[in-house]
């Protein structure tokens, strides 16, 4: 980026970032779920996304420490925050590489019967563990699963908000009244505020049996009402739309979970891997049609832009309690029609790849 001086060589290399980017989230989805059993999954799949708010909130200290170096400096000012974020994603890469194993079965720190005991933990999630058979029946189970349509109509709603927020806070914020160095600072209690929502929302989910859906359908409701609060509140009642912008942040719990879905819920390796790439590019192309509800001339008020936060958060917390009635229905179906589930049998119908659609001893985590 720093040697791209127009915008089409800016364009490449942005789009080249991209494809590299993409395996990022899908990856540790599938990870978390061949390390850790259908309870733990949740938190741990909270933690390493607040990872997030913990980057914006360094990266605008980073960018506020270097505003403050004199503007004649080579490299430009803006160039050493690449070189800087740069240099330590680069770095950190090589750890990753080296000492992240994407499974227990190769993980080189486990000797033989350890990394049995571990995979033996998770096969009690009945989704199975990784393997490299591609099942065509999956990929067309992958496209028509209802939990995926769900989740990819979810994500892609919510992440055009998402767009904005990412993209456009530093903007917005400063059309509230503030200067560039308050701004800064204002928006990483943003970011604050959504790692504080994915530890509490994946605490509860924790401890709470059952309550995944519904923990996401509260931050929903939290994130919709804010929408709702900055698209309507007076234009002079500044700190109570800033509040509500930072309170949008809560909407990461609700992304965090339709994750967790993929992991806890959808068995077979192919099945589970395709809805987590379709998922991604749901949000994807989310973040990609985003920036394009903020107009530049309603600035200072942006009404576009919040009404669209408004119905997208919508559209996702409608998405959400539709995956819970259709999980809460199949599970009561398979109930009474096969009787209590075998935990044994469904161990065994996971690891032999079986989805949760064949495996009738399956139950969805609510």
């Known amino acids: 980026m720093t040697q791209s001086r127009d915008y089409s060589s800016a364009l490449a290399v942005r789009f080249i970032m991209g494809v590299f980017e993409a395996a990022v989230t899908p990856g540790l989805t599938l990870m978390t779920g061949f390390w850790y059993t259908r309870r733990e999954i949740p938190l741990r799949q909270c933690i390493w996304y607040s990872s997030l708010g913990w980057g914006g909130i360094v990266g605008s200290y ?31 890469a090589f750890v990753i590489w080296f000492l992240l194993p994407d499974s227990p079965s190769n993980a080189r720190f486990l000797n033989h019967r350890e990394r049995l005991i571990a995979v033996k933990r998770v096969a009690s999630n009945e989704t199975g563990i990784k393997n490299k058979a ?11 699963d209802p ?20 993209s456009f806070s530093t903007i917005i914020i400063r059309d509230m009244g503030f200067s560039t ?35 996401a359908t509260a931050a929903n409701m939290l994130c919709t009402i804010s929408a709702a609060c900055m698209a309507y509140l007076p234009r002079d009642n500044t700190w ?23 992991s806890s ?34 600035a200072p008020h942006f009404t576009g832009a919040t009404i669209g936060l408004l119905v997208g958060y919508a559209i996702k917390f409608c998405c959400h309690l539709g995956l819970l ?28 790849d079986q989805t949760e659609f064949e495996n009738k001893d399956f139950r969805y985590v609510l």
């Not at 600072?185 to 604050?192: E, H, M, W």
């Not at 809805?275 to 989310?286: K, Q």
């Not at 229905?329 to 690891?351: D, F, Q, V």
């Open 265 to 298: 819920n959808m068995a077979g390796y192919t099945h589970r891997s395709l809805a987590s790439a379709l998922v991604f590019t749901a949000y994807c192309w989310g973040n990609f049609a985003g920036p394009f509800v903020v107009k530049k001339s309603e």
């Open 181 to 215: 160095t308050r701004t800064t600072q204002l928006k990483s209690v943003g970011d604050a505020v959504q790692i504080i929502g994915l530890i509490i929302g994946g605490s509860i989910i924790l401890n709470v049996p059952n309550s995944r859906l519904l923990t």
């Open 62 to 92: 980073i960018s506020m420490g270097v505003s403050k170096l004199p503007v004649d400096l080579k490299p430009e000012r803006w160039e050493l925050i690449f070189y800087i974020l740069g240099g330590a994603t680069c770095l950190w």
């Open 134 to 144: 591609f099942d065509k029946d999956q990929v067309v189970l992958g496209f028509t």
């Open 240 to 262: 109570g739309r800033l509040v509500c912008f930072w309170l949008v942040n809560t909407q990461s719990v609700g992304f965090t979970v339709s994750l967790t879905t993929i």
């Open 147 to 166: 939990k995926t349509l769900l989740l990819f109509t979810s994500v892609f709603a919510a992440a055009i908000p998402n767009g904005v927020v990412n």
């Open 325 to 352: 009635v259709y999980m809460y229905l199949i599970n009561r179906h398979r109930n009474k029609t096969y009787g209590p589930p075998n935990k044994e049998r469904s161990n065994e119908a996971g690891m032999r």
